[in-house]
């Protein structure tokens, strides 16, 4: 499978608790994006990387948030001391291009807080 | 920013039906896309298309860049088809994608 692949698919966690995802881009793809979709809601972006250099972060990337992408390959996105607002659906895409990319989605992690 | 909007917000069809999905933008834009988000969440691919037009089987898909629109045309809809549409633009200034917030589709046999 050359598509982008999230891990874990689910996560349940209890408030509080710190919580991390996973996400290896499409082969070759310079560009990660990470993206956050709440119900009944599109995608909101919150941050994306160059490489291992990460060039932009939403507002809505608050201090619990941190996102790496340590080798240029795969990222993680975690966030400290989750709170019942973080549940939704956490999106990574990748683009091969600098401008006019094409992105391209995985199947995403649906993060439920109780 | 950028600001997005797709109509209608809801589309109920009989199976066989066509029809017309609009995203409107409010500036430039260097990338458009359409997404169909399946049941699982995920957004599959449909058109990369910031001008011009493009078909793909019984989709099809147009972009008048210098008018700010989209239009998504579904011929011969099926249940398949089912599902939520988003149309997201990519700013001329960066790479981020804004997205509307999509039109649910309901096809009924």
């Known amino acids: 499978d050359t598509g982008v692949s999230q891990d874990p698919r689910h996560k349940i966690t209890k408030r509080g608790q710190n919580v991390t995802f996973r996400c290896d881009p499409i082969s070759e793809h310079n560009r990660l994006y990470w993206y956050r979709q709440t119900l009944g809601q599109g995608p909101e972006f919150l941050t994306y990387f160059q490489n291992e250099a990460q060039l932009e972060k939403s507002r809505l990337l608050s201090d619990r948030f941190s996102a790496e992408r340590p080798k240029g390959s795969f990222s993680t996105l975690e966030i400290q001391r989750t709170e019942q607002g973080d549940s939704a659906m956490y999106l990574c895409a990748s683009s091969p291009k600098v401008f006019g990319p094409e992105a391209f989605f995985g199947q995403g992690t649906r993060l439920t807080v109780v | 920013g950028i600001q997005v909007e797709q109509s209608p917000p809801d589309l109920i069809l009989q199976e066989g039906a066509n029809s017309t999905l609009r995203c409107n933008f409010s500036?430039?834009?260097?990338?458009l896309q359409w997404f169909h988000q399946n049941p699982w969440g995920q957004l599959i691919n449909l058109f990369y298309?910031?001008?011009g037009t493009k078909q793909n089987g019984r989709l099809s898909a147009t972009t008048v860049a210098t008018e700010r629109y989209s239009l998504l045309y579904i011929s011969s809809s099926q249940t398949t088809d089912s599902g939520v549409y988003f149309c997201a633009v990519g700013e001329t200034s960066g790479s981020r994608l804004t997205f509307g917030e999509g039109t649910q589709l309901t096809v009924n046999p």
């Open positions: 500036d430039s834009v260097n990338n």
């Open positions: 298309i910031p001008s």
